[in-house]
């Protein structure tokens, strides 16, 4: 390395060979290339950012136009969705009338019952009174016996 072509030309010399030009004109050429290179990747880097945010800016877009595009479907389920409430609220009001009529079929039973009660009491009352009047004034003994199969086959004539 001591003996290298760089070593053995002194530093003061002034006679420079076309060779040194050109090597020089070579550097100044590399230096501009370099140079004209940075600015060409930063003003690519500016263009990829922008890119990308453009891109962003389309993805959001298509997003958005997807949903618009869905916008029918919402709509049809929508329509399905009405004509189902539309059917239960009708099957609600059947319901609801239809508990209303039981109801009141109860109530007319529990108040048919209730008579019935009423007059099987007094029959029984009567056969009461009837065993005490046929015996000697000692405390009746009362058997009370009810065909349960009347109950059973009770309805109510409309």
Known sequence: MENSPIDTTPKDSNDETPLDFEILDLLEHLKERIQNLIEKQTYLNEYLSKEKEDFNEISE????????????????????????????????????????QIYNKRHDLSEQWKTIKKIEQEKDMTRFLAQKS?????????????????????????
């Open 134 to 158: 046929n015996k000697n004034d000692s405390t009746p003994v009362v058997v009370l016996k009810r065909d349960v199969s009347k109950v059973k086959d009770a309805y109510i004539e409309e």
């Open 61 to 100: 877009y298509k997003d958005i136009i997807l949903n618009i595009e869905a916008i029918p479907k919402y709509i049809n389920k929508t329509k399905h969705l009405r004509e189902k409430i539309k059917f239960f609220r009708e099957k609600i009001d059947y319901l609801s009338e239809f508990s209303r």
